[in-house]
């Protein structure tokens, strides 16, 4: 399949915003076009939300949450609608796909993993219904007192989703939030609302409570009203350190709960005992996933100082036999970036690279045999200092910054010394210094030989890189309020 192709958006009602059950008309006639990156062509049009249709979806969110059923019915209850979420996700697996690629440009052939985990997401919260302990008796210290630690919805939640991965990252926070009995109003990124859209379409199909999830399209300035709407108990949001931080502010103010999942700047450290070729072919393997376009991204390489230029030669042969071109190609390992503007944010960290001094061992410009499309080749730096701006701002892009280190403590130091902590991987044949680097690590996750996260037992970061945690279990947590009861005696009820 090529782009050409896809003659047209199967996204159903881009003109209107999904709100208390119906599909509601803007209060403008504002809209936002979104690009096709590989084609620089307009790929879908939709309503661009001001601040009256935020405040419409947060009151219907608010009345569905004080007066309505969906707090009030069982765990198991809910999870029924979640099972009928995930059959339908799965369902329309072939539109989703074909939106993600074309509005992001990520391989066509990766898209339906990213839906299978937004399906997983969904079973898996209605699992956790018949076994997370939603209430308990606890002893009391009061006498003749029986205590119980109840856990309750947090309330009204603002799901801000990122325009990397729509249609997972919104499954990490409208599931666990569902399940919980939380009512939700989901932000949709301008430059991707595609897989935000098809998702209301399902909430309408399976048949959820008017209000339980409402779900529009805006930018930058409407998305802070959002945030600073008192009717919203938690945010939960996706995205850059940057704005995680402008969120934290305005949350303090007013004591709102939040979720941050931020930025990272996440370090490979191959210890000696490595092979390099395998190294180099893990890394390129996950340098490309969508383009680089990824929080948890392997881009500072540390590796022994006297193995260092054998990992560039074999890190430089590996990148540049990447095939960059059309994501929905056959036999294409790499897409364009998602935009314009990220694009010339990547090639000018590209070029600070180089007034720096760090040398360019592959990639460094725009591939010669495309014309059009926001393309980059995978690109590799070699002798860079864990000083250089490279090695210290997220790029987010196909790029890898490859750092030497004299000796393993080092190595660990060099990984550390980031303001971000949100993923991380040790490359050795010995477990248990896999383990024991690992553990010297401030990182949320760290992976063995490889690019490995397991959302289903949690995923988040130390430092900068974020607050709270999402995935399996600990991605309950944060939508659940916990309470204290102090009664004469249990009640017949209670588990």
Known sequence: MSVATLQRSPVAH?????????????????????????????FLTVAEAQNADIDRAVDAARRAFDKGPWPRMTPAERAHYLRAI?????????????????????????ADGMIHHAAFNYNFYADLADSFVFEEVRPSMNPGKTGMLVREPVGVVAAIIP??????????????????GCTIVVKLSPEAPGEGLI????????????????????????????????AVDKVSFTGSSAAGKTIASICGERIARYTLELGGKSAAVILDDYDLGAAAKALAQQSVNLTGQVCASLTRIVVPRHRHDELVEAMAATYSAIRVGDPF?????????????????????????RQAGARIAAGGGRPAHLNRGFFVEPTVFADVSNDMVIAREEIFGPVASVIPADNEQHAIDIANDTVF????????????????????????????????????????????????????????YPYLETKTLILDGAPSNSK
């Open 163 to 180: 325009w990397n991965g729509p249609v997972a990252l919104t499954s990490n926070k409208v599931a666990p939030a569902l399940l919980a």
């Open 86 to 110: 995930a059959q339908e996700i799965s369902a329309r697996m072939g539109d989703i796909g074909d939106v993600w690629t074309s509005q992001m440009g990520g391989l066509r052939a990766q």
């Open 14 to 42: 881009p003109d209107r915003f999904f709100i208390d059950g119906q599909w509601v008309a803007p209060s403008s006639s504002a809209t936002i076009d979104v690009i096709n990156p590989t084609t620089e062509e307009v």
């Open 329 to 353: 190609a056959e036999g294409t390992e790499m897409g364009p970036l998602a935009m314009r503007r990220q694009r010339d944010r990547v090639e000018s960290y590209i070029e600070q690279g």
């Open 199 to 230: 998702l209301a379409e399902i909430c309408e199909k399976v048949g959820l409570p008017a209000g339980v999830v409402n779900v529009l399209t805006s930018d930058r300035a409407a998305s802070e009203h959002l945030v600073r709407n008192p």
């Open 421 to 476: 902590g949100l993923n991380a991987a040790v490359f050795t044949h010995d477990n248990d210094r896999a383990y024991w680097v690992a553990r010297q690590l401030r990182s949320g996750s760290v992976g063995h030989n490889g690019f490995f996260l397991d959302p289903s037992i949690a995923f988040g970061g130390f430092k900068q890189s974020g607050i709270g945690r999402e995935g399996g279990v600990e991605g309950l």
